[in-house]
């Protein structure tokens, strides 16, 4: 099955600032997924990201506060912009893969 | 929206006995995932289930997907220490293929 690279597998940013996040995969897959997980929590869907198109955000997320670039077929990043404390959270992309869907390692991030 | 009910949320058992949890949705899915989770790592698959019916094996753990295509169980025999780790359940989404997860089920081994 495919192999997913995320980094950074974590941080510790400032409030205000912007952290992007980046995710390899070693195929070529046409379908990539962002997610968070906060503390204890399961995982709730940001967007979906497509290469050509632009990214399609779930309710309650927007493109100024998590925009998402997706440049060829393994690759996407997300960032997370204007962080706050409440931004503290996992973050992890995903990949729709032969074999289902694979996920990365997930980025921790905190804000202080 | 779409939302997946998992139960338990944690299940304390001892090493040897077998475990069960279930997931059930008001919406039908195509395709039912479980997968397990580890401290600072993303979810990894352990079974997939694509057919309403479908009995699968994966070692010791077996998944089924309802006849319904709104519920899924997994079952994990003969329990031991590194099954340890939160279980979650998923089901792909009719329209785009994204995937909708259950709340977990938390899982502690006594050894």
């Known amino acids: 099955s495919a192999v997913i690279s995320q980094k950074p597998s974590r941080d510790i940013c400032q409030r205000g600032t912007s952290l992007t996040i980046q995710c390899q995969v070693d195929?070529?897959?046409?379908?990539m997924f962002w997610y968070r997980q906060q503390p204890g929590q399961s995982l709730t869907l940001i967007a979906t990201?497509?290469?050509?198109?632009?990214?399609?955000?779930e309710s309650g997320f927007v493109i100024d506060k998590f925009p998402i670039s997706r440049p060829n077929l393994t690759f996407s990043t997300l960032t997370v912009s204007n962080m706050s404390p409440e931004d503290s959270s996992i973050y992890l992309c995903?990949?729709?893969?032969?074999?289902?869907?694979?996920f990365g390692s997930g980025t921790r991030l905190t804000v202080v | 929206g779409q939302q997946l009910n998992q139960s338990p949320q944690s299940m304390f058992i001892q090493e040897g006995e077998d475990v069960s949890m279930n997931c059930t949705s008001s919406s039908i899915f195509n395709t039912w995932l479980w997968y397990k989770q580890e401290p600072g790592e993303g979810p990894v698959l352990l079974i997939a289930l694509y057919k309403a019916g479908e009995l699968t094996s994966n070692g010791r753990l077996t998944a089924q997907f309802g006849i319904t295509r709104k519920d899924s169980f997994l079952n994990i025999s003969a329990s031991i220490p590194s099954d340890v780790g939160i279980y979650f359940c998923?089901?792909?989404?009719?329209?785009?293929?994204?995937?909708?997860f259950g709340q977990g089920t938390e899982l502690s081994v006594k050894p």
């Open positions: 998923a089901g792909q989404d009719n329209q785009g293929g994204k995937l909708i």
């Open positions: 990201a497509n290469q050509g198109s632009e990214a399609t955000y």
């Open positions: 195929s070529q897959v046409t379908m």
């Open positions: 995903s990949a729709r893969t032969e074999g289902g869907y694979t």
